[in-house]
């Protein structure tokens, strides 16, 4: 165990793009507490607003360890079976749990540095006067419980997963749903019979627990409630970590993952495989038309027939949801759902299904082309480096557009609801389309420039909700950016737009048309990216070997 241990410890410690990552993010946290902190010299001023800024600053260190979770647990298993190491591994003399304890010892201790690498931060806000030094450590001590639980559910996940591109999209997405999601039952619903089992659900969030532990008098972060969550929330922890330990003891030495990998293949070779079939130029053996980018077939083909389960599952799921959520939202409208929270709710799902999807479409396409000696074929042919990113755009584009397709419902209700005037139904499409684009390119690009497919998956999913959810930050900041600057800074987040097209938020400061210029620059983004991209792999395709 101690081997596997310090082995991994010392990959973390030495990893450049981990510590630049970490040391951005406490800039960051440093730059939010320099604009939150009062300009004014009265002592009762600043404490005052002593709670609000600790909370704030307290709820940005819990998402910013949450984001580095899964990029630094995901991995840990999928790695070491992509490079094939994971065969020599369980044939050294260490026994099962050795490799198990030693991998998690070695994620906890990370998470332990990161606390506490970002604790003077927070420390800084007992200047005020607002906190003591017992809320602050009781603080720290959920986030620590909070990232040792995820930790676990993503080194799960790395077991579980094929490969590292897939083992980072389920970790990051069963992390943004056990973190954020569990708001929404108690939100949308409002039957008082299952008010208590709705509590239950949201003290799951370390977000609630934590805005709990500071505002004790509001009891929760949304809606209100009765109760100490923070027993329940401890205890949820726990089972979850348990169960996780158990799936990754089991899961490491699964011996029957080639079988499943063999089935599934031949499973997928049915229905959708024969309609493919029709237009497949390699399958049916005829010449792709010079028209075509070869690229783009290939990629197409790989992402539609290498795993058209996972296509189908994501569509039929995504579109369950759709029709879940319009069933709620109409039943909430004759309720207690006002038309504001229908249309907020409408918008921020579509959205939210776009950050969640597209950054991991295309986020490993290049990186493993590099990796497995395809573009040295590929820079053998006529293809140049800019239709090769084009090739994989379109494909890219195509099959998230077709998953994104689950969307039309809520749009054509939001459109509904707006008294059939047809103002919301266009401009949520270019946005969704847009979005799509930015976050596409945005993996392209991080996957030329990332050696490892894992790294460029992470990247993207920072950017992109970076973009979306990291930039609505500068409404905190609203007296002391000014509304031009604000302006200027949500011109990038396609939420902000979503939400201004409403016609009820932002109105105050944001014109009618605000969506079309969030589109405009979302499309220039993306241009530059793709360039950037076309230009990396230019380099790599020119590059020699000695």
Not at 477 to 494: C, H, Q, S, V, Y
Request: with cysteine; charged share 15%.
């Amino acid at each position: 165990m101690y081997t596997i241990f310090i082995h991994e410890l010392k990959q973390y410690l030495r990893d450049v793009r981990l510590q630049s990552f970490v040391f951005f993010a406490f800039l960051v946290m440093a730059g939010f507490l320099c604009l939150l902190w009062p300009e004014s010299d009265v002592f009762s001023v600043i404490r005052a607003s002593g709670r609000h800024i600790f909370s704030i600053i307290l709820l940005l260190n819990l998402a910013i360890i949450l984001a580095f979770v899964p990029a630094l647990c995901a991995c840990s298993v999928s790695d070491e079976k992509e490079k094939n190491r994971f065969v020599m591994l369980i044939t050294t003399m260490l026994k099962p749990g050795d490799i198990m304890f030693g991998k998690l010892f070695a994620v906890i201790t990370m998470q332990v540095l990161m606390v506490l690498f970002f604790l003077p931060i927070s420390s800084l806000c007992l200047l005020s006067g607002g906190v003591n030094a017992e809320v602050l450590l009781q603080g720290q001590i959920i986030i620590l419980i909070s990232a040792v639980c995820y930790g676990g559910v993503c080194l799960a996940v790395s077991a579980s997963a094929s490969s590292s591109n897939s083992a980072l999209i389920r970790a990051y997405l069963l992390v943004a749903l056990m973190s954020g999601a569990v708001f929404l039952p108690d939100l949308l619903l409002s039957q008082q019979n299952l008010k208590p089992t709705l509590e239950l659900i949201r003290s799951f969030s370390p977000f609630d627990a934590l805005y709990q532990l500071v505002y004790s008098e509001h009891r929760t972060l949304l809606g209100g409630g009765m109760g100490d969550n923070t027993l329940k929330f401890l205890g949820f922890n726990v089972i979850v970590f348990l169960i996780s330990c158990f799936v990754f003891r089991v899961k490491l030495l699964s011996r029957n993952q080639s079988k499943a990998r063999q089935s599934r293949v031949k499973e997928g070779k049915s229905l959708f495989y024969k309609l493919m079939f029709i237009f497949d130029t390699s399958a049916t053996k005829r010449l792709t038309p010079l028209l075509i980018n070869p690229v783009f077939m290939a990629e197409l083909r790989s992402k539609t027939l290498g795993n058209p389960r996972f296509l189908l599952w994501t569509f039929s799921t995504c579109n369950a949801i759709s029709i879940v959520l319009l069933i709620v939202l109409s039943s909430g409208y004759a309720t207690h759902l006002g038309q504001n929270s229908v249309e907020y709710g409408a918008v921020i799902y579509q959205l939210g299904l776009t950050v969640l999807i597209a950054p991991g479409v295309c986020a490993s396409s290049i990186s493993e082309d590099v990796n497995s000696g395809n573009l040295l074929f590929i820079r053998m042919s006529r293809i140049g480096a800019f239709r090769y990113v084009m090739g994989k755009l379109y494909a890219g584009f195509i099959y998230i557009f077709f998953i994104m397709a689950c969307s039309i419902p809520v749009i054509f209700s939001l459109n509904f609801l707006q008294d059939g005037r047809g103002g919301n139904l266009l401009p949520m499409i270019w946005l969704l389309a847009s979005t799509s684009l930015c976050f596409i390119c945005a993996g392209l690009f991080f996957s030329s420039i990332s050696k490892t497919s894992a790294g460029a998956t992470a990247a993207s999913y920072i950017f992109a909700f970076t973009l979306t959810v990291g930039s609505l930050s500068v409404l905190l900041f609203a007296d002391k950016l000014g509304e031009e600057l604000m302006r200027k800074i949500l011109m990038l987040n396609p939420v902000a737009g979503g939400l201004r097209n409403t016609d009820r938020m932002f109105t105050d400061f944001l014109e009618g048309s605000f969506w079309q210029i969030n589109v405009l620059f979302l499309i220039i983004v993306s241009a530059v990216l793709s360039i950037l991209g076309a230009i990396k792999v230019g380099q790599l395709m020119s590059r020699r070997k000695a």
